[in-house]
């Protein structure tokens, strides 16, 4: 029974409340910190709320959105590191990022969490950090 209710607190850990999601919102060529490989807390990144945020001129058909994005672009004037709410279009292939300009994408991070796109390694933190919690509450009920 201890075993069960354990794995249950270990599930728990892994599921998210409903389907609002937030993000940090920047772009490098406006706020240098986003170019960063990992936000802190002392960068002061826009955080927003991926339900309030206005959707592309370009998306007719946009699914909810519940994931964040780090999309680095490049063209001839450089690089630019952008980190929003990822927004996905019916029928488009899932965990793509597009941009609706001409640069060429270089590197996609996709993520499920809130403020996941602070770096590359936020979605393994978020379960490392569900996985270690679960095996400490396992060991306090067994």
């Known amino acids: 029974m201890k075993l069960i209710i354990a ?4 599930a728990a850990c892994l599921l998210r409340s409903g389907h609002a999601i937030k993000c940090y919102q920047c772009k490098s060529l406006t706020d240098a910190n986003c170019a960063k490989d990992v936000i802190d807390a002392t960068s002061n ?13 370009t ?14 672009t490049s063209d001839k004037a450089g690089i630019i590191v952008s980190r929003d709410c990822h927004f996905e279009v019916v ?14 994408v270089q590197n996609c991070h996709i ?3 809130d403020l996941c796109n602070a770096s590359s390694a936020g979605r393994l933190m978020y379960t490392g950090l569900a996985a270690l919690f679960g095996m400490v509450v396992m060991q306090f009920v067994l």
């Open 7 to 10: 794995l249950i607190v270990f």
């Open 45 to 57: 990144i826009h955080i927003v709320d991926c339900d309030m945020v206005s959707k592309p001129n």
């Open 111 to 113: 993520c499920k969490g």
């Open 91 to 104: 029928g488009q292939k899932p965990d793509v990022c597009t941009v609706s300009h001409s640069r060429e």
């Open 59 to 72: 998306m007719d058909q946009v699914i909810p959105v519940t994931k964040c994005n780090k999309v680095i």
